[in-house]
C-alpha cells in the first residue's frame, strides 16, 4: 500500500516539474514571437536543466515521453535557431521570417505537450 502511495506521490511530483518546464519554455516562446518581448535564454536553460536531471525519474512511465518530449523540442529549435541566425547578418528581413516560423513551430511543441501532459496522455514517439 505505501508503495502504491509513494507511487503516486512521484507521478504527481513530476507532473507538476512537467507543469512547471511547459511554463518556463511557454515564456520563451511567446518571448520568441512577439518582437520585443524577448525572455531570456535562462529560462530556458532552467527548464532543460530540470528536464535533463529529472528524466531518468520518469523512465518506464508514462510521463518519460513528456522528458523526451521537451529535450528534442529545445534542441532542434536551438539547432534551427543556429542555422538561420546568419541569415540575419545577410538579409535581415528573411532572418525574421525564419525565426519566426522556428518560434511558432516551438510554441506549438510546447502548448501540444502541455495539453498532454494536462490529459495525462504520453507524447507520441
Known sequence: MNEIID???????????????????TIVAVGA???G?????????V??????FKKDDAAGSWQESHFRWRIRTVLWAGGLYLLTSPLFLLLFIPGLIAWAIV??????????????????RPMPS
Open 37 to 45: 518581448v524577448q525572455a531570456s535564454v535562462a529560462l530556458l536553460l
Open 47 to 52: 527548464a532543460f536543466a530540470l528536464d535533463m
Open 7 to 25: 507511487l503516486e506521490r512521484d507521478q504527481r511530483s513530476l507532473k507538476n516539474l512537467g507543469h512547471l518546464s511547459y511554463l518556463l519554455h
Open 33 to 35: 514571437v512577439l518582437p
Open 103 to 120: 518560434s511558432i513551430w516551438f510554441l506549438y511543441r510546447i502548448v501540444r505537450g502541455w495539453m498532454n501532459l494536462s490529459s495525462n
